[in-house]
Nanobody
Framework: QVQLVESGGGLVQAGGSLRLSCAAS????????MGWYRQAPGKQRALVAL???????NYPDFVKGRFTISRDNARHTVYLNMNSLKPEDTAVYYC???????????????????WGQGTQDTVSS
């Protein structure tokens, strides 16, 4: 069973920093793009950062220069370093894998759009 387990985050004051981690567990052979999304109360889930299998990163304008995404392919883990946090960054942050190849009963299996359970990050003013 493939799972994405998130850790890190919590409560921080404005201007502070947080680091999120997301580890994929299971019999995983490879993972394509990994990303972080967030959802604030009353708002739609939005992309925060995306990193491809060859470590190319993309960010929306509202986090550029403040957030950095990285990944460790050997550990099937993606990280999100968040600096200069603002109260409007308060949200539940979700890890996502768009496509991975794993093994189940020694047979290859493709999985798409896998999500973590989410972690609450709160930035106080």
């Amino acid at each position: 069973q493939v799972q994405l387990v998130e850790s890190g985050g919590g409560l921080v004051q404005a201007g502070g920093s947080l680091r999120l981690s997301c580890a994929a567990s299971g019999s995983i052979f490879s993972i394509n793009a990994m990303g972080w999304y967030r959802q604030a109360p009353g708002k739609q889930r939005a992309l925060v950062a995306l990193v491809t299998g060859d470590h190319k990163a993309n960010y929306p304008d509202f986090v550029k220069g403040r957030f950095t995404i990285s990944r460790d392919n050997a550990r099937h883990t993606v990280y999100l370093n968040m600096n200069s946090l603002k109260p409007e960054d308060t949200a539940v942050y979700y890890c996502n894998v768009n496509h991975l190849l794993c093994y189940k009963n020694d047979r290859p299996e493709h999985k798409y759009d896998v999500w973590g359970q989410g972690t609450q990050d709160t930035v106080s003013s």
